[in-house]
């Protein structure tokens, strides 16, 4: 089993840019990895997944372009940059790690190893 640890949430001006990191306690070159988040009273969605050599992403329609997945397999290290963030974007985010042999799913009911979560707070 993988162990997920996700830093770097906080409090941000809207516009502004918060940089996430999950670090995780085993190889996860054996996994596709996500980010989820999910906001009061909402369901967990769907945020930015990457397959297992980083060479597929898929974004949500509401961050593309906005923001970035990367991982780094030899650090056991996945990121998400968030740029022209917006109040929208207020949420817990989630770091997950899926060990099926596909393409990266969406749904986080195919995940099976979650992080603890980081607030992002966007607000003036």
């Known amino acids: 089993q993988v162990q997920l640890v996700e830093s770097g949430g906080g409090l941000v001006q809207p516009g502004g840019s918060l940089s996430l990191s999950c670090a995780a306690s085993?190889?996860?070159?054996?996994?596709?990895m996500g980010w989820f988040r999910q906001a009061p009273g909402k369901e967990r969605e769907f945020v930015a997944v990457i397959n297992r050599s980083g060479d597929i992403t898929n974004y949500a329609v509401s961050v593309k372009g906005r923001f970035t997945i990367s991982r780094d397999n030899p650090k056991n290290a996945l990121y998400l940059q968030m740029n022209g963030l917006k109040p929208e974007d207020t949420a817990v985010y989630y770091c997950?790690?899926?060990?099926?042999?596909?393409?990266?799913?969406?749904?986080?009911?195919?995940?099976?190893?979650w992080g603890q979560g980081t607030q992002v707070t966007v607000s003036s």
């Open positions: 997950a790690a899926d060990n099926g042999w596909r393409d990266p799913p969406l749904s986080a009911g195919d995940y099976g190893f």
């Open positions: 085993g190889n996860i070159i054996v996994y596709n």
